[in-house]
Antibody, heavy 117, light 112 residues
Framework: QVQLQESGPGLVKPSQTLSLTCTVS??????????WSWIRQPAGKGLEWIGR???????NYNPSLKSRVTISVDTSKNQFSLKLSSVTAADTAVYYC?????????WGQGTLVTVSS | QSALTQPRSVSGSPGQSVTISCTGT?????????VSWYQQHPGKAPKLMIYDVSKRPSGVPDRFSGSKSGNTASLTISGLQAEDEADYYCCSYAGSYTRGWVFGGGTKLTVL
């Protein structure tokens, strides 16, 4: 059974870069049938798709975040990562990593990232 | 403001049926058969309940069903149970080179 686990700082200062990593266990991230994504959820609000990466390295990003987002993959470590630059308080949210095959069928538990000085 | 429009809340009594709508445009819901639905309990990660408009993953009860007509997708839960009380989100593909994937704002289901 594939499991995902997010890791990274829980507190980021305004204007800095948020960096998170998702470790995939129980299966290979290089499996050709999955897209690996980041999704976030501000407290009390809905889900927002951030972007996705295929194991070939091709990426797609939410247009509203595209100028600040980079998603990368490290197949040797079975991990994929998120970098979000120039963060503000509006980027405070629970960040989920997720795997898409037929729907987002695999999710991490989520990690809260707070943007505050 | 979310890309897809869902009612903020719906409710029903145990044993009844409820339907949650998800309205988009011809560029997302209406343009692709890649609508999925997620159940989220407080403090938990979302769980896939329906994919590709109407397909159920293994382990999801057949009380959950999905459909689509034009730019509106729907999730119907029949035989409501107390454990169905949760937030529900729809999600649609909106094109790799445009908006990627878009979510609805979520619907709070209350089992009376």
């Amino acid at each position: 059974q594939v499991q995902l686990q997010e890791s990274g700082p829980g507190l980021v200062k305004p204007s800095q870069t948020l960096s998170l990593t998702c470790t995939v266990s129980g299966g290979s991230i290089s499996s050709g049938s999955y897209y690996w994504s980041w999704i976030r959820q501000p407290a009390g609000k809905g889900l927002e798709w951030i972007g996705r990466i295929y194991t070939s390295g091709s990426t797609n990003y939410n247009p509203s975040l595209k100028s600040r987002v980079t998603i990368s993959v490290d197949t040797s470590k079975n991990q994929f990562s998120l970098k979000l630059s120039s963060v503000t308080a509006a980027d405070t949210a629970v960040y989920y990593c997720a795997g898409y095959s037929y729907g987002y069928d695999y999710w991490g538990q989520g990690t809260l990232v707070t943007v505050s000085s | 403001q979310s890309a897809l429009t869902q009612p903020r809340s719906v409710s029903g009594s145990p044993g009844q049926s409820v339907t949650i709508s998800c309205t988009g445009t011809s560029s997302d819901v209406g343009g692709y058969n890649y609508v999925s639905w997620y159940q989220q309990h407080p403090g938990k990660a979302p769980k896939l309940m329906i994919y590709d408009v109407s397909k159920r993953p293994s382990g999801v009860p057949d009380r959950f069903s999905g459909s689509k007509s034009g730019n509106t997708a729907s999730l119907t839960i029949s035989g409501l149970q107390a454990e169905d009380e949760a937030d529900y989100y729809c999600c649609s593909y909106a094109g790799s080179y445009t908006r990627g994937w878009v979510f609805g704002g979520g619907t709070k289901l209350t089992v009376l």
